[in-house]
C-alpha cells in the first residue's frame, strides 16, 4: 500500500518568492496533519483537517501561511511570500477516525530552504 | 510546562547495553500513548503503542503510570541499527491531534 506521498522532497527558494508543498493521504484516511520540523523547535502542528474540514488552524505561524483540502486524496500548503525563518521539514500526515489508538502515519517530508 | 517532556540526551551506549527513555505528560486526560522513532533525516514512524498494562515487543518494552502521569520505554541488547531519536507521543481523545515530545536521542556505539 502507498503511504502519505509529499512532494516536492526538496525545495529550495528565494525570500519572497510562494511556496506550495503538496499532500496526498493514505487513501481511506480521514484526518490528515501539516507539521514543521526545526532542531530548535521540535515537531509542531500547523493545522489539521478531518473529512476535508479544517479544525485546527491556530499553529499556523502567521497570514503568510495557508492550507487548503479540497478533496479526501490531496491537501496543500502554501507559504506567501516565503522568508529565511521558514527553513525547515514540513511534514503531512494522516490517519483514520476509525482507528482504535488515532496512530498517525508520516509522508517522508519535504525539506524546505529559503535563502 | 510543555504537554509531553523528554530528556533530549544524547544517550551513548554501547552495543548490547540495556537502556531506558522516560516522558512525562501533563494532561491527566490523555488516552492513549506511543513511542515513535524518527533516523536522520526521515520521517517519525511509529515504534510501539503504550498500554496501561505494559507491553513489549521483542527487545522493546514499554510502560505507563497514570498515576504519575509518566511513560517509559526500554531498549534491551542494544543494536547499532537502534541509533534514532525516539518521541514520546500522547493522544487527548477523540480526533485530536497527537501532541509529540521533542525526542530523546540514542547513540549506540560498536
Known amino acids: 500500500d502507498a503511504g502519505v506521498i509529499q512532494s516536492p522532497r526538496h525545495e529550495v527558494t528565494e525570500m519572497g518568492q510562494e511556496v506550495t508543498l503538496r499532500c496526498k493521504p493514505i487513501?481511506?484516511?480521514?484526518?490528515l496533519f501539516w507539521y514543521r520540523q526545526t532542531m530548535m523547535r521540535g515537531l509542531e502542528l500547523l493545522i489539521y483537517?478531518?473529512?476535508?474540514?479544517?479544525?485546527?488552524d491556530s499553529g499556523m505561524p502567521e497570514d503568510r501561511f495557508s492550507a487548503k483540502m479540497p478533496n479526501a486524496s490531496f491537501s496543500t500548503l502554501k507559504i506567501q511570500p516565503s522568508e529565511p525563518r521558514d527553513s525547515a521539514v514540513y511534514f503531512c500526515?494522516?490517519?483514520?477516525?476509525?482507528?482504535?489508538?488515532?496512530?498517525?502515519?508520516f509522508g517522508p517530508g519535504t525539506r524546505l530552504t529559503v535563502t | 510546562r510543555k504537554e509531553v517532556e523528554q530528556d533530549p540526551g544524547p544517550f551513548n551506549v554501547p552495543e548490547g547495553a540495556t537502556v531506558a527513555f522516560n516522558c512525562t505528560y501533563s494532561?491527566?486526560?490523555?488516552?492513549?500513548f506511543f513511542w515513535y522513532r524518527q533516523d536522520c533525516r526521515k520521517e517519525p514512524k511509529l515504534l510501539m503503542s503504550?498500554?496501561?498494562s505494559g507491553n513489549e515487543d521483542g527487545r522493546f518494552t514499554a510502560q505507563l503510570n497514570r498515576a504519575s502521569q509518566y511513560i517509559s520505554l526500554l531498549i534491551r541488547d542494544s543494536k547499532l541499527s537502534d541509533s534514532a531519536t525516539y518521541l514520546c507521543?500522547?493522544?487527548?481523545?477523540?480526533?485530536?491531534?497527537?501532541?509529540f515530545g521533542k525526542g530523546t536521542r540514542l547513540s549506540v556505539i560498536a
Open positions: 500526515a494522516s490517519s483514520s477516525l476509525a482507528g482504535g489508538q488515532n496512530e498517525q502515519y
Open positions: 487513501s481511506g484516511h480521514n484526518s
Open positions: 483537517f478531518n473529512n476535508n474540514v479544517p479544525i485546527d
Open positions: 494532561n491527566s486526560a490523555s488516552q492513549s
Open positions: 503504550v498500554y496501561s
Open positions: 507521543v500522547v493522544n487527548n481523545g477523540g480526533n485530536t491531534p497527537l501532541v
